[in-house]
């Protein structure tokens, strides 16, 4: 098996980053908060910070879930993407800031995910990922990424093809913390 990055850091999205009426949507990174240990499945992912519990806005089970069919509980991102985001756009894209769930060290940028991955768990059982598809960007976090509206068009096409991160679908259950590691199978 090949690793192919390191987890170091978990979070949660407590509620939506994009509240308000379609048309009047502004990026909004509050609702983020980082935790210590994630229970990750297949309806999403439990963030635990000091034994309290964050349910994630992507688990099927939260009041305003933004849970796709099970296929966006759990989203990755190499921090190697975070560094391209900041030379392109600017320092105000601090690690976290684009609501990815686990953040990983890698060997560089991903390009596209194999079909079947591992992330190892606290509890000792990995659990199976398949099904990694690309964040798609959307025009809030984008105009955010820019500060504005100028270059819009440009800030999508650059933000597109995983460079947000993947989403994949989990098989089982387990626990997370930084330290555990995302395989190849």
Do not use: I
């Not at 980082?34 to 439990?46: D, N, Q, Y």
């Not at 976290?96 to 509890?123: F, I, Q, Y």
């Not at 000792?124 to 270059?151: I, K, M, N, Y």
Request: net charge negative; hydrophobic share 35%; with cysteine.
């Amino acid at each position: 098996m090949k690793v192919l990055g390191t987890v170091v850091r978990l979070q949660v999205q407590r509620s939506r980053l994009k509240p308000g009426p379609r048309g009047a949507r502004v990026y909004d990174p509050s609702p983020l908060l980082e935790v210590s240990t994630l229970e990750v499945g297949p309806r999403g992912v439990v963030g635990w910070v000091d034994g309290e519990s964050h349910l994630d806005v992507h688990h099927a089970d939260h009041s305003d879930s933004r849970n796709n069919q099970l296929r966006n509980g759990l989203s990755l991102l190499p921090g190697a993407h975070y560094d391209r985001m900041r030379s392109r756009f600017g320092e105000h894209l601090v690690d976290g800031v684009a609501g990815e769930s686990l953040l990983l060290d890698t060997d560089g940028p991903w390009t596209d995910l194999p079909d079947h991955l591992l992330l190892e768990t606290v509890d000792g059982e990995p659990l199976p990922l398949t099904g990694a598809a690309p964040a798609a960007p959307c025009v809030e976090f984008s105009r955010f990424c820019l500060r504005g509206d100028e270059g819009l068009e440009q800030a999508l096409e650059d933000l597109d093809g995983g460079t947000r991160g993947f989403y994949v679908t989990v098989g089982g259950s387990g626990r997370v913390q930084a330290g555990c590691r995302l395989l190849r199978g």
